[in-house]
């Protein structure tokens, strides 16, 4: 397991660097600049010049990479070419609501989803099965943005109970809490039509093997056999699907937080993309990378102690 | 299992209605812009709306146009109580205002204005390295001739029309700090802008949003408003249902008519629409076959019906435009009746632009290529401009792009037809940078935005000679004439010219009446207020 771990950990560097690398040079391959977004009508020959000179652009591409390279070995993520701000302070404010965002929706979708896939495999063929992937197949159609529209109508507008717009100021849990119910409701709805799928599916399967039906005819209650037979047998898949499901959430919360204008990794990332902020861009999409690894190392982690076979291998 | 699932959805839903009470009205103003960040809040680096905006809260320029009015002949004094120009029109004299304090800062405390951070400003603005706007001060020279008197000279005679529009609250004409800008230093400046306007910085959360508070030492008098919030949000509905939820009180708007209709059916919200907006017209590559013929680019015109766009656009968010810049808000514009007269206004003819068409060889139509930014704004009109020319046999290959893209193509000469929008403060802006033959934007000596390749040495010599005069009203008279030349010419196509909206709650009290704006937003003044 150590080991597994301490791999993972090494591949970090260069899985970062071919990251930063490829970003990079793709960004550069495509027309415009960020001289030229900045500028926008006023974008002259003249003014753009001197801009991107101002922005260090005017260096040969390989010093700017180089540059940049020495920079994230250093811990240092650059400045905004767009606002000028160190890009670390930008990922610093908008990671955590990211994170918490994708952490909640993953709660609600795995308290949610779960019951629901399980009950749903249990009374197989009756009306809360067919309810159930109704409601399934509704989550995993609609689109997050629609959604959270229609969220914001319901619980801002007709029944004005949560804010619409916005993310609260941290260091307040309540206000916290509060402006994250319908970001999180949105993307925990979706989150929860994926985890009835997979539970429902691995409850099904559990449910046909022996020694379900081994308990069952030892007369152990159709509660317990679910609760403590069957139910533990079908976390290994959810595991996996939590772990990619996390990774997705953080990237597609960028919908949800626009649709919210809530702060988040998300935002940044588009915002750059925009105004071709490279260093912003480049340096986000590095983090998101190193998110993916955490992730993932995580995932295996609690694959292995779900798991007894794995952590014996 | 269901009691405890009944429970638990009734603690989420207690523990959900409880905050609504918490977010509350406060008095400090919450408004949001369509965008997703700010780039400088150093105004000769400002160059998006939000950007003009702040700048216009913040700073002030030696003359200003009132709030709510865009057209040069209203300006007023600001910073500057008396100006004076030396009979050889290139010696101008200001006098400034006692008592103007700046807004303290980080490490700095208020003090007051002098001639000394005018120049500093003025210099700073003429700096190609630091200024967005250096070309419209190329050859002056500041002096600072005492601590409330500043001398400014410049190369050639200038009108005062002219004169003005440089030093007015916009692009480089605003006053910075200059002890705040060397104790901040560039970068930090641009996040933390210190002028003597009536809001101060208070703090800037990037992609969230930046706050303001009143500025106490404000030489109009204290703000009625606490302070500014301007908040960065992209998404349309999200600012819809910020509003009608009254988590936020002014809203940058969308120019869709089917919006504006929606709005006015909620209670407690108003609409603004006002100008001056953007010029939209279409600059015809002159360079490149068919368009160096008159004919085919006369077929073109006639093939554009403004009406049908404006009514693609919406009757209140957009107006047809027929001079290459509106009259109604700058002197020295032709207005659509004057072209009307002149008979250049090309009103909508199908069958004579299929004349045309044939008359210049080709009868059976042509077809052109266009690279188009992907921005709405931009695009929905232009769609309705190629289903139009469809009609008359021209068929535009329509390539959308991303606005930072299509800003770098069309000045790389990719595009035939370049549909731009843009606004400048003076007709001289706007025949300086879009017709005369050194702004080409390949072939010019100072290449800035000429994509027609237009060159006609008439017009050269006419704006060159405009730029001179110092009389206003012949001045005026030879932009007049530029611009009728122009329309005969036919390097461009004007289109409508765009008008600004935004939403605001009935709360909200102006304090002076909107007509116009140049930052494209309602200015926030001292006199803004929010009713209990």
Not at chain 1, 228 to 242: D, E, F, G, Y
Not at chain 2, 80 to 108: N, P
Not at chain 2, 183 to 189: E, I, P, R, V
Not at chain 2, 379 to 388: G, V
Request: glycine share 6%; charged share 20%; with cysteine.
């Amino acid at each position: 397991m150590i080991w597994t771990i301490s791999k993972r950990i090494i591949n970090v560097i260069p899985i970062c660097f071919f990251v930063y690398t490829a970003v990079f040079f793709l960004l550069r391959i495509a027309p415009g600049d960020p001289a030229t977004a900045m500028l926008g009508d006023y974008a002259s020959a003249s003014a753009v010049a001197a801009l991107r000179e101002e922005m260090g652009l005017n260096q040969p591409i390989f010093v700017q990479y180089l540059h940049g390279l020495i920079g994230l070995f250093k811990g240092d993520l650059g400045i905004s070419l767009a606002s000028g701000t160190p890009v670390v302070d930008q990922i610093r404010a908008a990671l955590p609501y990211t994170l918490e965002l994708a952490t909640a929706s993953l709660v609600i979708g795995v308290v949610l989803g779960v019951p629901l896939g399980t009950l749903s495999a249990v009374k197989d063929g009756k009306l809360i099965d067919h309810v159930s992937r109704i409601v399934s197949l509704a989550g995993l159609s609609i689109p997050s943005f629609v959604l959270g529209i229609i969220l914001m109508l319901v619980f801002s507008i007709y029944l004005p109970l949560f804010p619409a717009v916005g993310g609260g100021g941290r260091g307040n849990w309540y206000e916290t809490l509060v402006y994250l119910t319908l970001p999180s409701l949105t993307l925990g709805l979706i989150m929860m039509a994926y985890v009835t799928r997979v539970t429902r599916n691995a409850m099904m399967n559990v449910l046909s093997e022996d020694y379900i039906r081994t308990a069952r005819s030892k007369g152990i209650s159709e509660r317990k056999v679910i609760m403590h037979h069957a139910l533990p047998n079908c976390l290994v898949p959810l595991i996996s699907l939590c772990a990619i499901n996390f990774i997705m959430l953080v990237s597609s919360s960028v919908m949800v937080e626009i649709v919210f204008s809530r702060p988040g990794l998300g935002r940044v990332l588009v915002s750059a993309m925009l105004q071709r902020d490279y260093v912003s861009l480049q340096s986000v999409l590095v983090v998101y990378a190193f998110l993916i690894i955490v992730v993932n190392t995580f995932a295996d982690i609690l694959y292995s102690i779900a798991n007894p076979r794995i952590r014996a291998k | 299992m269901f009691k405890f699932r009944s429970c638990a959805l009734i603690a989420l839903a207690v523990t959900m209605a409880a905050p609504s009470l918490s977010y509350s009205a406060t008095r400090d103003l919450r408004v949001a812009f369509g965008v997703s960040g700010i780039n400088s809040m150093e105004p000769a680096r400002a160059s998006a709306h939000i950007e003009r905006a702040v700048a216009s809260m913040v700073f002030n320029g030696l003359v200003r146009l009132p709030a709510g009015s865009a057209n040069v002949a209203d300006v007023e004094p600001d910073l500057a109580k008396s100006w004076t120009r030396t009979d050889d029109g290139r010696t101008w004299i200001f006098k400034l205002r006692k008592g103007v304090m700046f807004q303290g800062w980080e490490g700095g405390a208020p003090y007051e204005l002098t001639a000394e951070d005018v120049v500093f400003s003025l210099k700073r603005a003429q700096d190609p390295k630091s200024s967005n706007y250096a070309s419209d001060y190329k050859g002056m020279t500041f002096t600072a001739v005492d601590p409330y008197t500043v001398e400014i000279r410049t190369p050639d005679p200038i009108s005062e029309t002219l004169m003005l529009a440089k030093v007015m609250n916009y692009g480089g004409g605003f006053i910075i700090s200059k002890r705040a800008f060397e104790s901040l230093g560039a970068q930090k400046f641009r996040q933390h802008p210190v002028g003597t306007g009536p809001f101060a910085f208070k703090a800037y959360k990037p992609g969230r949003e930046v706050d303001f508070v009143a500025n106490a030492n404000y030489f109009r008098g204290k703000p009625k408003l606490p302070g500014v919030e301007i908040k960065f949000m992209p998404d349309q509905s999200s600012r819809t249902i910020g509003l009608r939820t009254q988590e936020l009180d002014v809203i940058e708007g969308s120019s869709e008519q089917s919006w504006v209709n929606q709005m006015k059916q909620y209670p407690h919200i108003k609409i603004e629409t006002f100008g001056p907006g953007s010029s939209s017209v279409l600059f015809l590559n002159e360079d490149t076959p068919p368009l160096d013929k008159l004919k085919v680019r006369q077929a073109l015109a006639y093939a554009i019906s403004r009406k049908a766009v404006v009514a693609a656009i919406g009757q209140e968010t957009a107006q047809p435009l027929y001079a290459p810049f509106p009259g109604k808000f700058l002197p020295g514009g032709l207005t659509n009746e004057e072209v009307d007269r002149l008979g250049l206004a090309y009103h909508y003819d199908v069958n004579k632009a299929k004349k045309l068409l044939a008359e210049a060889g080709y009868p059976n139509g042509i077809t052109l290529k266009v690279i188009h930014t992907e921005l709405s704004v931009m695009l929905r009109p232009m769609e309705s401009i190629q289903a139009q020319l469809r009609d008359a046999g021209i068929k535009l290959d329509l390539q959308v792009v991303s606005h930072s893209t299509f800003h770098a193509l069309i000045r790389k000469d990719a595009s035939q037809i370049v549909h731009y929008m843009a606004w400048r403060p003076s007709a001289d802006a706007f025949l300086n940078e879009f017709y005369k033959s050194d702004s080409d934007i390949t072939k010019g000596r100072d290449p800035v935005a000429n994509f027609s390749h237009y060159s006609n040495a008439e017009v050269d010599d006419l704006i060159a000679k405009a730029h001179r005069e110092v009389d206003s009203a012949k001045q005026a008279e030879m932009w007049k004439k530029a611009s009728v030349q122009i329309l005969k010419d036919l390097p461009v196509i004007p289109i409508f010219q765009a008008r600004s909206v935004i939403a605001h709650t009935d709360r909200l009290e102006l304090g002076y009446t909107l007509n116009s704006n140049l930052a494209f937003f309602m200015p926030i003044t001292e006199k803004t207020d929010l009713k209990d």
